[in-house]
Antibody, heavy 123, light 107 residues
Framework: QVQLQESGPGLVKPSETLSLICTVS????????WSWIRQPPGKGLEWIGY???????NYNPSLKSRVIISVDPSKNQFSLRLSSVTAADSALYYC?????????????????WGQGTKVTVSS | DIQMTQSPSSLSASVGDRVTITCRAS??????LGWYQQKPGKAPKCLIY???SLQSGVPSRFSGSGSGTEFTLTISSLQPEDFATYYC?????????FGQGTKVEIK
């Protein structure tokens, strides 16, 4: 069974770069799209962007100038870098994967989620 | 960006009630919509994909309908474990966008 686990610093200083890694276990990273999604405290969900296993990316325009998502198939990991952070970037950050329904193989845009990692931006 | 307007933002209901949540898209998204349930401290879980397909393992009291710009999630008989926040997600075009959420609380 595939599992995703986020890791990285829980505290980042303003103007610095937030860096997170998602480690995938139970399934190769190839053949899927791997997303980062965030949720500020008490608020809704925001899709940050995704990367395919071959390295093609698509970012939310609201964050595009500050985001880089990369993939390392050899380590079965993908990562997020968000530069020039402010307090508004404080959130629970989830990594996630698309997938297919187990019964009829219907496409599910965001299927498997990590447990999330809390990042606070503060000096 | 496609805006997803979800309503209501919250509702109070009793066990056994029928509950309906609506998502409206700012432009047509065919059936590229999913519904997610999130409980406190947990990651969201997909209930419905392709607007009306029930994900494997999800109880049949959950159903989805709609196409184009208007979509509905229905819980036919609310159970204690269904008290949570529900989100819609469109994946018809980038960026993927979520509704703002509907919190279902106990009356």
């Amino acid at each position: 069974q595939v599992q995703l686990q986020e890791s990285g610093p829980g505290l980042v200083k303003p103007s610095e770069t937030l860096s997170l890694i998602c480690t995938v276990s139970g399934d190769p990273i190839s053949g899927y799209y791997w997303s980062w999604i965030r949720q500020p405290p008490g608020k809704g969900l925001e899709w940050i962007g995704y990367i395919s296993s071959s390295g093609s990316t698509n970012y939310n325009p609201s964050l595009k100038s500050r985001v880089i998502i990369s993939v390392d198939p050899s380590k079965n990991q993908f990562s997020l870098r968000l530069s020039s952070v402010t307090a508004a970037d404080s959130a629970l950050y989830y990594c996630a994967r698309d997938g297919y329904d187990a019964s009829n193989y219907g496409y599910i845009a965001i299927d498997i989620w990590g447990q999330g990692t809390k990042v606070t931006v503060s000096s | 960006d496609i805006q997803m307007t979800q309503s209501p933002s919250s509702l109070s209901a009793s066990v056994g009630d029928r509950v309906t949540i609506t998502c409206r898209a700012s432009q047509g998204i065919t059936n590229d919509l999913g519904w997610y349930q999130q409980k406190p401290g947990k990651a969201p879980k997909c209930l419905i994909y392709a607007a009306s397909s029930l994900q494997s393992g999800v109880p049949s009291r959950f159903s989805g309908s709609g196409s184009g710009t208007e979509f509905t999630l229905t819980i036919s008989s609310l159970q204690p474990e269904d008290f949570a926040t529900y989100y819609c997600l469109q994946h018809n075009s980038f960026p993927l966008t979520f509704g703002q959420g509907t919190k279902v609380e106990i009356k």
